[in-house]
């Protein structure tokens, strides 16, 4: 069976990662794309889990081989998705996440429009501001300066909303969560044709085979 391609995408500090890893805990059988990435590794961050840290030399070779399915410069660095990882995700049958920038994501519906997107919005940009606040000083590396550059880009970033199937607003975690699952898994029950032979069940006056049955009993 074809596996279903996620695309996620949300101003930084929405949120999102946090969700990711929510998701992934409670969805079976969703694979996580392992971006390439400049920028140096944060915190706890480790080469592998959440990126491929890379230097901008092998980056830029990768780029030129075709490796990658997209790639973009997001705050000064390079970021990209390895064509491998769609690879490797179609032959194992998996579905695959992408946790992605809105200039990535545009590259990736242009080449596979099936794919399912989703932009996370953060409630207003004060809680945005917070977030990113809190978030830097969890990792000693408050720069308000990277602070100020990531909230003003993420008035362009919401305006692009539109170019996303679903959009949910990352405010009660809990809620947000539960809100990419029913995407994860209503995506999931179409290409399975669950959500078709749901709805041919329904009690539709117009059913040939509901009046037959009721033509059966004398009843139509
Ligand atoms: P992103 O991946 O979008 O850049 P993160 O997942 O790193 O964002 O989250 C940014 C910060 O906001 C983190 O400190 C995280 O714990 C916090 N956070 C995420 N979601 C919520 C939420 N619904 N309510 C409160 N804090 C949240
Ligand atoms: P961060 O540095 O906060 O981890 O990520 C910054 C931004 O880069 C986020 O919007 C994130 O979604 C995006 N990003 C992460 N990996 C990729 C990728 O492979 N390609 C693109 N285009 N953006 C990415």
Request: proline fraction near 4%; charge should be negative.
């Amino acid at each position: 069976m074809a596996g279903i391609l996620f695309i996620i995408s949300a101003p930084s500090g929405s949120g999102k990662s946090t969700l990711v890893a929510q998701l992934r805990s409670l969805v079976e059988g969703l694979e996580f794309s392992i971006s390439y990435t400049t920028r140096r590794s944060r915190g706890s961050e480790e080469n592998g889990r959440e990126y491929h840290f890379t230097d901008p030399a092998t980056f830029k070779r990768m780029a030129e081989n075709g490796e990658f399915l997209e790639w973009a410069e997001v705050f000064g660095n390079y970021y990209g998705t390895a064509r491998a990882a769609l690879d490797h995700a179609r032959a194992a049958g998996k579905d695959l996440l992408l946790d992605i920038d809105v200039q990535g994501a545009k590259q990736v519906m242009e080449k596979l429009p099936e794919a399912v997107s989703i932009f996370v919005l953060p409630p207003n940009p004060e809680v945005l501001q917070m977030r990113l606040r809190h978030r830097s000083e969890a990792e000693h590396m408050t720069e308000e300066e990277v602070i100020e550059r990531r909230l003003h880009q993420a008035r362009s970033e919401v305006k692009q909303m539109w170019d996303y199937k679903y959009a949910l607003v990352n405010d009660v975690l809990d809620q947000a969560v539960a809100e990419m699952r029913a995407i994860v898994l209503y995506a999931r029950g179409v290409r399975d044709g669950v959500t078709a032979l749901a709805e041919g069940c329904r009690t539709d006056p117009k059913s040939p085979r509901l009046r037959a049955v009721l033509k059966s009993f004398g009843l139509e």
